[in-house]
């Protein structure tokens, strides 16, 4: 079974940035559809972007015009670019594709 590992989480100041990734144990982001969601501390898992195959995006409304989606050329790896964080940004960001999840990443902005 594929598995997905995210990295690249830490603690941050409001307004500075953070770069996301999720491997994937082989190359599968290219045959389907992935997003990245996140959790914060006590709340449900909200969608933040997605990515299909042949590079539609999507973002949730909080998210676009600061985060960018994007995948590497063999596919086995997505990345989330994330500018002008704010402190809502914080929580645990996942991968998913398909019916699997990463771990998770800690994302932690404060002021």
């Known amino acids: 079974q594929v598995q997905l590992v995210e990295s690249g989480g830490g603690s941050v100041q409001t307004g500075e940035s953070l770069r996301l990734s999720c491997a994937a144990s082989?190359?599968?982001?290219?045959?389907?559809?992935m997003g990245w969601y996140r959790q914060g501390l006590g709340k449900q898992r909200e969608m933040v972007a997605t990515?299909?195959?042949?590079?539609?995006?999507d973002y949730a409304p909080n998210a676009r015009g600061r985060f960018t989606v994007s995948m590497n050329g063999a596919g086995d790896t997505v990345f989330l670019q994330m500018n002008s964080l704010k402190l809502e940004d914080t929580g645990v960001y996942y991968c998913?594709?398909?019916?699997?999840w990463g771990q998770g990443t800690q994302v932690t902005v404060s002021s």
């Open positions: 998913y594709t398909g019916t699997i």
């Open positions: 082989r190359s599968i982001f290219r045959s389907g559809h």
């Open positions: 990515l299909t195959g042949d590079g539609v995006t």
